[in-house]
């Protein structure tokens, strides 16, 4: 929210990123000056690591010389994250890594990171791959979670943000890659266990619940047979907790001109919750090598989690102005808006929720490297990816009485800026002896007479997809400047289905209000101002066979599910280069991808509520052909100075809910004799199986310096992307011939239905910032110190939506920033760090995996922390360390309003921050 920002902040922001480039200026004449031997003495526990050019101590220190010299080999424009140590990655899952890079930012959802956007483009233009393998979403679109996986299983991440002719995944905010171990790459056994006890800053808010969990890690590498075998394995088991407090509203409605002239806005309803979750899962990360001779090397790798996350939520829907009340006179209204009020009989819908998703991830792949056959250098890789998962979406309702009867309350309510509202009632929701199990509001009262006592849904969804890839490489001589030549086929098969079954609660034998069960407790709500309401579990409520389930219909749940298949093949072929450019080193590659691709989806048409539903069968397919060059060239201008120029296409491929066939149509006999189209029977809405990729054609243009040793750099990039197309959700003439028209015969047999439609594109520039420096580089007094700042700026013409030019992509934040400050000597460290993202638009919607709500979340800063001490060698305690951390330690909300007005809050969620004490033991 703008008016969180202070002006301290944002001008220590802007002072420090601003300056980057300034400070660059100075920094690289002292680094070349400075002497790579000047700081000899080993700290205790300082391990060394041999890199290509240089030797670094490890630790954090470490892992940031590691990750700056493979951006600076590498021949794409990439940010890398890399492990401390085997096992040492430190967050929770890699997706709070992830955040941390330049030009990456992350959408909390539940408190923890869990959605990636890269320059300015969100999950649905971010690829994803293990090991170089494409992997299978457990939600209802492409995008993986990235908190499914668990860091402590990998040793790190690359991002690549530029587009080349072997990276087969598809990316035009980026590929991430997610590594794990390579066990002949290191030259010893290694074993890495740790375990960590966690908490939350909120107390257990909901009676059940758990405030503290724990999460344990091990890892193991060795060789056998003079190094012609390896194994590495990982395993991290995660108990996590969590707490928070959610103010959502209705919206703000303008009041009509009887209740005031002015038409000042006023709260429509609301439905906060206080939430506890648990999260648990258990990842196993498995590699067997074998390296008979240096022509042949072959490993399989095994990848497994289960990921299973139980929420409880409490809290009372207030019914306001949407539910047909007006304000009592007496109201304040300050700047338009009535920020102070009563409301006169309302009935508040109080809710016992739980929502549980589980999800099973397999991923397995073989890999084959023979060298010089047939002068090439070939490599086949063969893996399979699959996921399982099952949900349970359960809402339960009780009140006063069921619709029109029962006490009515007399709300008082007050807008407290930009947190949202708080409340004073006239009712004791606590009280046992006037709430029953019931439908206040009367909702769903359409198929359940007097209304639903509750709602049930059951997503299930399932995803697979097996990978095939040849690749070829060979050195050659040709026109003097290109020096290798690298073809490759990759074949991707992929089907997912989605499918969700819903059920209305009714009061079995046709009861509209049922007792309380006998174990009921009371939920404190005192953060919106009520002093609480009653509690019970509502599992056991449902298993107690109190309520009636009837099965949902309607022809908007039988639509939303899908089926859908692709198979896409992929050539390509790529030249690398090596030359010099005014006596210069200028290597890099030209090269191209031809790419075909099928894709088919089958669904269910269905028209009508209740009994009254009809539905079809239907089934859409498509196909098409990308040609998608690329040219990368890595200019090196100076002592460690290198000019990166990138110029590519790139794809994305399209939300796979988009591309389904089904749809939920409507048929009016009343219009049956019309001859305009815009007057037709025929109406609906639904997804397009002939939907095709996203394109952009992309320029990038960096200049990095790395200092001397490699001991940090600084980097200045710049971006453009043109995007040729994007989707919109348009009006579109649909043949409607052969559906069912309850024997009606129309004179049209086509109209109009809302579909995801390939549109006009736009354009994405931007700049990004890094600088990565250790201190020593001034003085030998301030070794151990260093600093890492990251920022970007985004602009984009794109936008959500044809209509209102106003509203920009999802996932989209002009700026973000990062800031790391460092310490790490003689077994000591300690860290901390803050990343700042700007307000952007994003889906909020909680109501189970197909919802997709749309809203602007305010700006944030997140604050981290940790401290550490590794004993040294030799001691007793060698190979032990001790570690405290700290997340979220400033408590940062998830905040959005509406109509430009931050008074107007719609969500504001607090999770409070975090801790965990742990330790690690290495041998």
């Known amino acids: 929210m703008k008016s969180k920002v202070t002006r301290a902040s944002t001008l220590a922001r802007l002072l420090s990123l601003s300056s980057l480039p300034l400070l660059s200026l100075g920094l690289v004449s002292q680094a070349f000056a400075q002497d790579s031997d000047t700081n000899t003495d080993e700290t205790q526990s300082d391990q060394v690591f041999e890199l290509d050019a240089f030797v670094v101590r490890g630790g954090y220190a470490g892992s940031l010389a590691e990750a700056a010299q493979k951006k600076q080999m590498a021949p794409v424009v990439i940010e890398v994250v890399a492990a401390e140590d085997i096992g040492k990655l430190p967050d929770t899952s890699i997706a709070e890594s992830l955040a941390r890079l330049p030009g990456v930012a992350t959408q909390r959802v539940n408190g923890r990171a869990q959605i990636v956007s890269i320059r300015g483009l969100n999950e649905d233009f971010v690829g994803a791959t293990l090991n170089g393998r494409e992997q299978v979403s457990t939600g209802s679109v492409r995008a993986i979670e990235f908190d499914q996986y668990p860091s402590e299983v990998l040793t790190g991440a690359v991002v690549y943000k530029t587009g080349d002719a072997s990276i087969v995944a598809g990316g035009i905010g ?5 590594r794990s171990a390579r066990p002949l790459d290191y030259r ?3 074993i890495v266990t740790s375990g960590y006890y966690e908490w939350t800053e909120f107390d257990a808010l909901n009676a059940g619940s758990e405030r503290d969990g724990y999460r344990y890690n091990l890892s193991y590498i060795d060789q056998f047979d003079d190094d012609k075998w390896g194994i590495a394995f990982g395993y991290a088991y995660t108990d996590k907790p969590g707490q928070g407090k ?3 509203s209705w919206g703000y409605p303008n009041v009509s001109t009887d209740v005031d002239a002015s038409e000042p806005n006023v709260i429509g309803g609301a439905k906060p919750f206080i939430r506890s979750s648990t999260l648990k899962r258990h990842g196993l990360l498995g590699t067997i090598e074998y390296q008979p001779n240096d022509r042949v090397r072959s490993s399989v790798d095994v990848y497994y989690t289960n990921f299973k996350e139980d929420q409880l939520l409490r809290g009372i829907e207030f019914p306001l102005y949407w539910g047909g009340l007006n304000p009592e006179p007496g109201f304040t209204v300050e700047n338009g808006l009535i920020t102070e009020g009563v ?36 490599e086949f890789d063969l893996s399979h990816s699959y996921i399982d998962r099952e949900g349970t979406v359960l809402e339960t309702y009780s009140g006063t009485g069921t619709a029109g009867q029962g006490a009515t309350d007399t ?17 004791d929701y606590t009280d046992r002896s006037m709430i029953v199990l019931t439908s206040p509001q009367g909702w769903g009262s359409d198929v359940v007479p007097g209304g639903q006592l509750g709602y049930l849904k059951t997503p299930t969804s399932e995803d697979k997809l097996t990978q095939i890839k040849l690749v070829g490489k060979r050195d050659i001589n040709l026109l003097g400047f290109l020096n290798t030549a690298e073809w490759g086929a990759n074949l991707t098969s992929r089907e997912k289905f989605d499918k969700e079954q819903g059920y209305y609660l009714a009061g079995a034998d046709g009861a509209t209000e049922l007792p309380l069960p006998e174990n009921t407790g009371v939920s404190d709500l005192s953060f919106i101002g009520v002093p609480g309401q009653i509690s019970y579990d509502p599992i056991a409520v449902l298993n107690s066979g109190v309520y009636e389930r009837i099965e949902n219909p309607n022809a908007d749940v039988q639509a939303g599910d899908w089926n859908v298949e692709e198979d896409v093949t992929t050539l390509y072929g790529k030249l690398g280069l090596d030359t010099t450019l005014f006596g210069m080193p200028l290597t890099g590659s030209i090269g191209t991808q031809f790419v075909y691709a099928t894709q088919t989806s089958t669904g269910t048409a269905a028209d009508g509520v209740g009994d ?28 460690s100075r ?42 609906g809405e639904g997804g397009n199986p002939e939907l095709e990729p996203w394109r952009s054609n992309s320029l990038d243009l960096s200049l990095e310096q790395y200092f001397a040793d490699n001991m940090g750099y600084v980097a200045i990039t710049g971006y453009y992307k043109k995007l040729l197309n994007y989707t919109y959700n348009l ?13 009606v015969d129309p004179v049209l047999h086509e109209g109009y239905v809302s579909k995801p439609v390939n549109g006009p594109g736009g354009e994405i520039k931007g700049v990004e910032a890094t600088l990565s420096l250790p201190f020593e580089l001034f003085s030998d007094t301030l070794t151990g110190f260093g600093v890492v700042l990251s920022g970007s700026w985004t602009d984009s013409t794109v936008r959500q939506d044809l209509d209102n030019p106003a509203t920009p992509m999802p996932g989209l934040s002009e700026e973000v920033w990062t800031a790391t400050l460092y310490y790490e000597r003689a077994g000591f460290s300690a860290r901390v760090s803050t990343r700042y993202r700007s307000e952007y638009l994003a889906n909020v919607d909680t109501f189970g995996p197909r919802g997709r709500t749309f809203r602007t979340i305010n700006d944030e800063t997140v604050v981290d922390a940790q401290v550490g001490y590794d004993f040294a060698d030799g001691s007793m305690l060698e190979g032990l360390g001790i570690f405290v951390q700290g997340y979220n330690l400033t408590n940062e909300p998830l905040s959005s309003y509406s109509n430009g007005d931050s008074r107007q809050v719609i969500d504001y969620q607090e999770y409070g921050a975090s801790y965990a004490v742990g330790a690690s033991y290495s041998f």
């Open 612 to 639: 009254d539903v009809v539905s079809m069968p239907v089934e859409g397919t498509s196909s098409y052909w990308d040609f998608v060059p690329s040219l990368n060239l890595v200019y090196q201008i100076g002592e």
């Open 343 to 378: 409301f006169d009989g309302v009935k508040g819908v109080m809710r016992n929720d739980i929502a549980t998703s589980e999800s099973d991830i397999i991923s397995v792949g073989w890999n084959l490297k023979v060298d010089e056959v047939l002068g090439w250098d070939l």
């Open 174 to 178: 980026g590929v991430v890659d997610l």
């Open 642 to 683: 290198y000019l990166r120029f990138s110029a590519a296409r790139q794809l994305s491929r399209q939300r796979m809910d988009d591309m389904r066939a089904g749809i939920d149509f409507g048929f009016n006999p009343a219009l049956a004799n019309s001859t305009d189209v815009t007057e037709s029977p025929w109406s």
């Open 246 to 248: 959610q103010w959502n």
């Open 188 to 190: 010893e056994r290694k």
């Open 731 to 743: 009006n579109t003439l649909k043949d409607f011939t052969g559906f069912p028209t309850e024997g």
């Open 411 to 427: 709300l008082g309510f007050r807008l407290m800026g930009d947190t949202g509202a708080v409340f004073s009632p006239s009712i």
